[in-house]
């Protein structure tokens, strides 16, 4: 794995742990840790022995507070669409990943935090976790895409109250409004969630989840053909190993054996 000094990374079983780990400032999203969540996802589509993701933030109490307000205090005009332009290319990198992400989201989850979980492809938070786009006061908005991805996810009204106040919310109305999927008692039960579900994808056909991720995202980005992406990655299924893996699999009545190719 690339060299962190922030986020750490373990590979257990062909899940990546990742943690971001600045606990003392509640793991904001400094410049640092941004470059290294790009080096990170650069390397999870290309290692084979990482099958899926989850990412969550060091100790109990954070998940990550924002994009670090020491930096956002340095903007000007000339480089804050820059800023905004460079989180967005790491969070879509995230977001297009080919191998499941799911955010473990244990505590605060605010500003650039909650747009952090949004664009993993799952949220399954603590019930301490608490979300929200606190932006409007410090007399900004989101920049790293969240004011898109938290419409698509709540719906206009919803959204639009909740970036207009800046008010947080916790994980059960969280989930009521389906920014989350599931709701554990603590961290450990969220990370427990997270390993069921993954455990359940990563027994399926590897090159078929990837073609999922990009028939659904296609579904957030206007200027694709949905359908279009997804009769294709069919067709690319129907190609692979692992389709007539499947199709066999079912006819002989035993499991699959996927391979990923
Ligand atoms: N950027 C930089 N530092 C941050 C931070 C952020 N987004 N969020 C928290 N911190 C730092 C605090 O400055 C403090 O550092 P210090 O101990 O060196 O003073 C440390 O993390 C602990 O935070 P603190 O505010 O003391 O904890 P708290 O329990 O009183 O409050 C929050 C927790 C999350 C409510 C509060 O930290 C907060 O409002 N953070 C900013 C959230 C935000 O606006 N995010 C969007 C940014 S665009």
């Known amino acids: ?17 990742l943690t971001i780990n600045r606990e003392s400032k509640l793991n904001a999203l400094n410049f640092e840790t941004l470059e290294e969540l790009k080096n990170i996802f650069d390397e999870v589509n290309d ?30 005009e000339l480089n804050a669409r820059k800023f905004a332009e460079n ?20 505590g605060f989850a605010l500003g650039g935090g ?38 698509y996810l709540i719906g206009r009204g919803k959204a639009n109250e909740f970036l207009m106040t800046g008010e947080m919310i916790g994980a059960e109305e969280a989930k009521t409004l389906g920014l989350v999927n599931h709701v554990a008692p603590d961290k450990q039960g969220a990370i427990a969630k997270a390993e069921q579900i ?16 990009d028939c659904v995202n296609a579904v957030f980005i ?7 992406i997804e009769a294709n990655g069919f067709a690319r299924c129907v190609k692979s190993d692992d389709y ?10 035993r499991k699959p054996n996927f391979k990923g190719e």
Do not use: W
């Open 198 to 213: 993954l455990h359940t994808i990563m027994s399926k056909a590897p090159l078929a989840i990837g073609m999922i991720i």
């Open 1 to 17: 794995m690339s060299e962190s000094k922030i986020l750490l990374s373990e590979n257990k079983n062909g899940i990546l742990y």
């Open 222 to 228: 206007p200027s694709e053909n949905g359908y279009q």
């Open 47 to 76: 290692n084979k022995t990482i099958k899926s993701v989850i990412l969550t933030g060091a100790g109990e109490k954070a998940f990550v507070a924002g994009a670090d307000i020491n930096e956002i205090a340095e903007l000007n």
């Open 87 to 106: 989180g967005q290319e790491i969070f879509n990198l995230i977001e297009s990943c080919h191998k499941p992400v799911i955010a473990v989201v244990n």
């Open 114 to 151: 909650c747009e952090l979980a949004m664009a993993c492809h799952m949220r399954i938070a603590s019930a301490n976790a608490k979300f929200g786009q606190p932006e409007v006061n410090l007399g900004i908005i989101p920049g790293y895409g969240g004011t898109q991805r938290l419409t």
């Open 244 to 253: 007539q893996e499947g199709t066999t699999a079912f006819l002989e009545k």
